[in-house]
Each structure stands twice: as structure tokens, then as C-alpha cells.
């Protein structure tokens, strides 16, 4: 009998008697991910060796992780995003045909239920922060307009805040709606210009972060879920390429096909027929639905 099968456990033999009790009965799945969890915990333990006392550092880390979770704060979430976890399992579930837009974290500030607006609605409810003017068309791989897609759109105002991070001080629903397309494919829309945000950072992961000397902040970008029968569901990001934080977005979320251009408007005419009455900023940007597989 294999040592590993008598169950006496070694430095040597760590992974092969964990590993081994799993039961033949066992979801297979299961068996699988475990096995390679096993197997990669105990390469990492082995090759860091740590002390006792800093692997209870890293217990009480994951204490502190769950005890910041609760229904409002995934803690758990953040520390994946800022692992570059939450990117790779969106990478390998979103591999598309060439020409399809790219998709990005969906990230915790989504809410369902935002209102429905008409084509052209503002989005902007309390009116602050620098105007902002999108439009493009929902398209598919060969190009063709799609009409009836649902475009879902959520973004931080001015001073980089979400709605439910300012429940009191932003309108509920401000900067957030949700729009369908006609046959055209068309979308437009007003807002207003987003910022850079800090990741909620008063928890573990915040903390974490500071130690590594990475910063919390993510670059100006507005969310969109684009969904269509038949069409695999684009949750992505516009951002602006001109943030500070464009290279170094604290979840890794930014990609190159994700950047638009956003064109500051000072033509009189053009202000007004969007019915602005300042300077506002103007961005264009087609996206591409892929088939569903
Ligand atoms: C966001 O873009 O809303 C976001 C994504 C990941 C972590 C925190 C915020
Ligand atoms: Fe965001």
C-alpha cells in the first residue's frame, strides 16, 4: 500500500493524502477543483513556508474579509478584483469571435430595476457635474443594426460616488437607466461626465492594498449590460483614456477596445440642439454582439 493510502501524513507526501480521501462518490466536478486547489495550496505553503504566526495573519485576514461581507458589502468580491481573479474567470467565460465587443467586470454597484427611459432621456437627475453626450449603434458581427436590445447603463457622478453609495445625497436611480433599441440599432443618451473612484477601501482588502503600495482608484468609466435574445449578454465599461488612472485600474478591468474617445464640444450650435448650456463632452461608441453559442 501506497504511504499516502495509510493516510500517515508527511511534508512530502501533503498533497497525495489530502487528496486521496476524497471519496470515489464524490461529484466529479468537485473532485476535480479540489484536487487542484490541494494540490496548488500546498505548492504555495511549501514554497513560502510560513510561520505560524503569519499564517494566522492570513486566518484572521480571511476573518476580517467575512466579517465586512454582508448584504450591501462583498468583501470576498473585492478581494477577487483586485486579485485579477474576477477578470480571469470573465476572460475565460467570454472568449468571442473576433470583432465582438470585449466584456469587463460587472462590478457590486449594479442595481436592477432602474427606470426605463425613452432614447435621448437624461440620465443625469440632479443636473451636476460636466455634461455628457453618448450615442451608438448595437450591432452584430456581420454589422447588421440589432433592434430590441436592452442597454442597461450605471455610472458615479462628478465626484466619484454611485447613487447607493449616497443614498440621501444623490437621487435614488441618478445616473442609471435603461434603454431599448429600435430598429436602427440606435442608442443615445445624456449625462454627465464620470470620475476616477477609489474601491470601497475602509476594509481588509483596502488594507491589503496599502501594503502592497497599490492604490484603491479605478479610471473614469460608465457600465453597460447589453442584453438581446439570441445574443450573448455584453456586461462592459467605456473609459475615458485620458484618466490618470487608465493604466493602472486597481480590478484590472480596462481594455484597449473599451477605450472611447471623449470629445470636449464648444460648437454654440451643437450645445444647443442636445439642449445643453455649457461645454460638454461627446462620446461615440458602436458595440458588437456575438451569437450565442
Ligand atoms: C465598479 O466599476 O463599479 C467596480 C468594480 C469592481 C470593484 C469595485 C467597483
Ligand atoms: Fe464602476
Known amino acids: 500500500m501506497a504511504k499516502s493510502k495509510e493516510g500517515y501524513f508527511t511534508e512530502e507526501n501533503s498533497i497525495d493524502v489530502v487528496n486521496e480521501r476524497i471519496s470515489e462518490q464524490c461529484d466529479p466536478r468537485l473532485k476535480e477543483v479540489m484536487t487542484v486547489i490541494v494540490r496548488k495550496l500546498h505548492e504555495a505553503v511549501k514554497e513560502i513556508e510560513p510561520t505560524q504566526d503569519e499564517w494566522m495573519q492570513a486566518i484572521m485576514f480571511l476573518t476580517q474579509t467575512g466579517h465586512k461581507t454582508d448584504d450591501w458589502r462583498q468583501e470576498f468580491i473585492l478581494l477577487s478584483d483586485i486579485l485579477g481573479v474576477s477578470m480571469l474567470v470573465d476572460a475565460i467565460n467570454s472568449r468571442r469571435p473576433s470583432g465582438a465587443s470585449e466584456n469587463t467586470v460587472l462590478g457590486p454597484f449594479h442595481i436592477q430595476g432602474a427606470p426605463q427611459l425613452e432614447m435621448g432621456a437624461n440620465i443625469s437627475l440632479d443636473g451636476k457635474g460636466e455634461p455628457m453626450y453618448v450615442s451608438g449603434r448595437i450591432i452584430d458581427t456581420q454589422g447588421n443594426p440589432i433592434s430590441g ?6 455610472q458615479a457622478n462628478e465626484d466619484g460616488f454611485y447613487d447607493v453609495q449616497q443614498k440621501g ?25 464620470p470620475k476616477y473612484y477609489p474601491i ?41 483614456p485620458d484618466d490618470e488612472y487608465i493604466h493602472s485600474d486597481a480590478v484590472f478591468g480596462v481594455k484597449e477596445s473599451l477605450m472611447a474617445d471623449f470629445k470636449r464640444i464648444e460648437d454654440l450650435k451643437k450645445i444647443a440642439e442636445h439642449g445643453f448650456t455649457q461645454p460638454y463632452f461627446e462620446v461615440e461608441y458602436d458595440f458588437v454582439l456575438a451569437r450565442e453559442k
Open 200 to 240: 470601497p477601501d475602509d476594509g481588509p482588502v483596502g488594507k491589503l492594498l496599502a501594503s502592497l503600495g497599490r492604490h484603491p482608484y479605478r479610471p473614469a468609466h460608465f457600465h453597460y449590460i447589453v442584453q438581446k435574445k439570441g445574443y450573448e449578454t455584453l456586461t462592459t465599461h467605456l473609459f475615458d
Open 169 to 193: 445625497i444623490q437621487p435614488d436611480f441618478n445616473l442609471r437607466g435603461v434603454f431599448h433599441t429600435g430598429e436602427d440599432g440606435k442608442y443615445y443618451f445624456k449625462s454627465a461626465k
Open 149 to 154: 436590445a436592452q442597454i442597461d447603463i450605471w
